[in-house]
């Protein structure tokens, strides 16, 4: 029986992001084993049958010897383990990660790239050595001769061969992690007036969250018909996280309704109208794919992989980014238009059904870990 071992940040975001690949491994035969920082789902995961491995991660800023350490203990967790496939998920365990399966002499390994993180959207002369830094710690995360990385975006792939001299025969590209359509179907939409306008993702300012509040201060002074609603939570983790106390004064004012987190997002995504995410980059944001699935309209940003979760024009509009102004105008456009939206959801689905299907996603990485495996 082959060993399957999956590292990632967090307990929550694998669930979220990559429990039915697992699961999915674990019939085909795989023993499958989970290292990650554990918050709340170790006891989901074990009634699941997985092999759970403690291995805690600061997903924020830390330090130098913090990321020794972390590369270390997930060293020491390969040459324990043997693993013979190891899939690699979100930033630091791709690199940090990347880098000990090579010390380890892993025989394959799999990487997820669902977006470049902070470094490759800050700005200014200041940010350019840690691009630098991060890029050369790129090269050695992905030089494993038995590797294939999986992008969400073809601009993150075209960046990171670029800045590490990966071969494209190594990588692949993947339309995000999946959407059950059974789980997410088409519902009508909800009476209005007033139209609801959903902004569903961590509180952070790279989401275009400051911008999504700006557009409804201006819409709300317009008089225009719409109820602005956020589903999420700060993130304190995240240096990007807005505050609990900020989320507060604006539910105060009245300019949003705050929902807090929701674990139920197919219910939520059927009480609105249109979903609107302008976030700054992404790799392929899952909350679009569910809205195409639910046959909800989008607004997003033209920024790599937001420009790739629509059909612009089609299924929905693009904005520029940083822009709350033109924000407000592509939300009034959509509020104003109740045919458009209609058919931007139809147009939603149908592109979910063509490119964001779970079965597809799930069998995609399955023939990864065969290849990967013979070629082991």
Known sequence: MKKLLFVVNV???????????????????????????????????????????DLPME?????????IGYTLRVWRLFRRLRPDIVHLVTVKPVV?????????????VASAVSGL????LARGWRALPLRLAVSALYRLA???????????????????????????????VMRGSGVDLAAFPVTPFPPEPPVIVLFAARLLTDKGLLEFIEAARRLRADGVAAQFWLAGAPDPENRATVRDEDVHAWHKEG????????NDMAQVLSQAHLVVLPSYREGL???????????????????????????????????????AKGLAQAIAQLVRDPGRRRAMGLAGRQLAQEAFSLDSIVHQHLVIYQELAAAA
């Open 11 to 53: 307990d929550w975001f694998f669930v979220s992001h990559r429990l039915p690949i697992a699961l999915q491994a674990q019939r085909e035969g795989y023993e499958v084993h989970l290292a990650t920082t554990f918050t709340n789902r170790r006891e989901q995961l074990e009634k699941l049958g997985l092999h759970l491995h």
């Open 59 to 67: 997903r924020g800023g830390a330090g130098l010897l913090q990321q």
């Open 96 to 108: 940090l990660g990347g880098i000990a399966s090579r010390m380890a002499r892993v025989p394959a």
């Open 117 to 120: 993180g902070f470094v490759f």
């Open 142 to 172: 992905l030089g494993h001769p038995n590797q294939r990385v999986v992008f969400q975006n073809e601009a993150d792939r075209a960046l990171l061969r670029k800045v590490t001299g990966l071969a494209e025969a190594r990588t692949c």
């Open 255 to 262: 300019v949003v309704r705050a929902l807090g987190q929701r």
């Open 285 to 323: 944001p899952k909350v679009l794919a569910e809205a195409a699935a639910c046959g909800r309209p989008v607004i997003t940003t033209d920024v790599p992989g937001c420009r790739d979760a629509i059909s612009p024009g089609i299924s929905g509009l693009l904005v520029p980014v940083r822009d």
